[in-house]
């Protein structure tokens, strides 16, 4: 059994949860400021404020390329790792787990391809649904039509992101992000400061970089995964492997798709507050990141070792990650807050010394936090639905999301102005969480049931329909 198996398989949880979470935590915040970074790239530019709402306007292309990448990865990855559990009872049929990482980087890339070619004969409507003006549509057509070029290369690097971690590889998934990152860097200096390609060689950078980390996760698949892989070969497209693929990937793919209208919905209300809201806006949410990405660390981390141990019908093993992995997101959460909320005004004095900014900042930070904390148990129980194969409370869970926080936000606007914007996300995840719980209650007996009933005969069968 190689080592990262032996994390999902028989590690202490503890031990099982630092090697799978700390990378994943360590990765996101690495990504997050890769992202300040980049932004301070075409800030230096000439012209920096058309160049900058460029990108932010082609920013929900980019979240709908990653949802695409996540239905067959986050669906994929959560199959593969209830499969290996499983296979402990009937190695021999092992290897048929080829066909569903195969069938999950193909997918990805064949629809990545689809939207990718769409996005560019459409292009022109495509600028102009962005809500760029006339100022920033020339801008704007060039960053989106460069990275509509890439869309095969960037969901397929997601979808093989959640491949990989599948098999409990979290630190190889660390060094191929952290590594992306650092190339991304080197190309925006190539292309931005280097060459005056402006937003052209920011998502041309992107692009190149993600296709270095498709070509490195596919070199260490077959070079040491000894049951994944995404040869052609093993391509299929058996009712066993899509029915469950799609069933936990449309979740996530609406959740995504939910999360980008409720940023269009936010940054919209918040404009006709001006300048000094939406400001405020932006920096509470890159200080709020860093702790939501370690909460997302554990609750994202630990997804390939429920869902192994629920393959293998490991029952304690199940309810013991589960149970730390709630306390550690309950610790982290209860630090996080605490900590930032007393220094909450010399943080955000850090980015701007402006006296309004600070005020509104205050208060949007303060909400965010608060929302961080229910939002993190959130995050945990999905990914067990997600772990356990049980669709319907995913999809349920990313419908509330969206369905809640809309007309909260409006409603908000109207009764009580910004402050009605600013504490609708707050109100929402409350309300989502509640719904979560419920819909663990709900979903518990099922969950017992199966792992009472063992893995052999189920990972029989589903062995043997992946493999027809």
């Known amino acids: 059994m190689s080592t990262n198996r032996w994390y999902l398989s028989s590690a202490p949880i503890v031990r099982a949860l630092v090697h799978l979470c700390v990378p994943m935590a360590a990765a996101m915040i690495v990504g997050a400021v890769y992202n ?7 800030g230096s530019l000439h012209d920096s404020a058309v160049l900058l709402a460029a990108i932010t306007l082609g920013a929900p292309v980019l979240g709908l390329v990653m949802a695409v990448g996540g239905v067959f990865g986050v669906g994929g990855g959560a199959l593969i790792s209830r499969l290996l559990g499983a296979a402990e009872h009937e190695p021999a049929k092992a290897s048929d787990i080829k066909h569903v990482a195969s069938f999950a980087f ?59 971690r599948a098999e409990g590889a979290a630190r190889q998934v660390m060094v191929g992000l952290i590594a992306s990152t650092i190339a991304n860097v080197v190309f925006d200096i190539l292309f931005i400061l280097v060459l005056p390609w402006g937003v052209a060689g920011a998502a041309l950078a992107m692009g190149l970089s993600n296709v270095g980390v498709v070509i490195y996760f596919i070199v260490w698949l077959e070079r040491n995964s000894e049951h994944v892989s995404v040869s052609p070969q093993w391509f299929t497209l058996a009712p066993a492997v899509m029915k469950p693929v799609f069933g936990v990937g449309v979740g996530e793919l609406l959740q995504s798709s939910f999360l980008i209208v ?12 001006g300048d000094s809201a939406l400001a405020a806006m932006g920096i509470a949410v890159r200080i709020a990141q860093v702790p939501e990405f370690l909460v997302m660390g554990v609750t994202l981390g630990v997804l390939p070792l429920l869902a192994y141990s629920y393959g293998k019908g490991d029952r304690h093993r199940l309810t ?18 605490a900590t930032l909320f007393v220094f909450r005004e010399h943080v955000i004095l850090a980015f701007s010394s402006d006296g309004s900014v600070l005020t509104i900042g205050v208060t949007i930070l303060t909400a965010q936090l608060v929302a961080m904390i229910v939002n993190g148990f959130t995050g945990l129980l999905t990914s067990l639905f997600q772990a356990t194969g049980r669709a319907l409370p995913a999809i349920v869970l990313s419908l509330a999301k969206g ?7 409006i409603l908000g606007n109207l009764w009580f102005g910004l402050a009605g914007i600013i504490w609708s996300l707050t109100v929402s995840e409350a309300l989502v969480f509640v719904v979560a719980v419920v819909m663990w209650l709900a979903t518990r007996r099922a969950i017992n049931r199966g792992l009472a009933e063992g893995s052999t005969e189920r990972a029989e069968e589903a062995l043997e329909q992946v493999g027809a």
Do not use: K
């Open 36 to 42: 300040v970074i980049n932004a301070g790239f075409v």
């Open 106 to 164: 193909w997918g990805s890339v064949i629809v990545g391809a689809v939207l990718g070619g769409a996005g560019l004969l459409l292009l022109h409507p495509l600028v102009s649904l962005l809500g760029a003006d006339a100022a920033a549509a020339p801008a704007t057509g060039t960053y989106v039509t460069v990275m509509l070029a890439f869309v095969p290369a960037l969901a397929a690097a997601f979808c093989l992101e959640q491949i990989v």
């Open 262 to 273: 409720t940023s269009l919905v936010l940054n919209n209300l918040a404009a006709a507050y």
């Open 320 to 337: 013991s990650a589960l149970r730390v992995s709630a306390l550690t997101v309950g610790g982290l959460v209860v630090i996080s807050s």
């Open 403 to 409: 369905t809640l926080f809309i007309p909260i936000v």
